[in-house]
């Protein structure tokens, strides 16, 4: 069956980064788009970045233009998220999900999703 599980959440300060992984199987990776989404606390889950099966088209959210990067390694079937100059309000837990999707990079109506994982920025 499909699985997607995030790694690389945690607690960092403001103005730090990190990078969340998430390893897929069950599913033929290069064919799908991946996508970030992330939900804090007593907020509706929200799209945050996606990127395009072939990883040549990438979209963002405004609030983490510039601070955050979507990428993809097919060949190890992961699709990562770098974070940085983070923010308390980027405090959320963060999923990442797959669409099979060979059209643009969608923002809503994903298939699958990982579990998730949290990430605490303090202040």
């Known amino acids: 069956q499909v699985q997607l599980v995030e790694s690389g959440g945690g607690l960092v300060q403001a103005g730090g980064s990190l990078r969340l992984s998430c390893a897929a199987s069950g599913l033929s990776f290069s064919t799908y788009a991946m996508g970030w989404f992330r939900q804090g606390p007593a907020k509706e889950r929200e799209f945050i970045a996606g990127?395009?099966?072939?990883?040549?088209?990438?979209r963002y959210t405004d609030s983490v233009k510039g601070r955050f990067t979507i990428s993809r390694d097919n060949a190890k079937n992961t699709v990562y998220l770098q974070m940085n100059t983070l923010k308390p309000e980027d405090t959320a837990v963060y999923y990442c999900?797959?669409?099979?999707?060979?059209?643009?990079?969608?923002?809503?109506?994903?298939?699958?999703w990982g579990q998730g994982t949290q990430v605490t920025v303090s202040s």
């Open positions: 999900a797959a669409e099979p999707s060979r059209v643009g990079v969608p923002v809503q109506g994903y298939d699958y």
């Open positions: 990127i395009s099966w072939n990883g040549d088209r990438t």
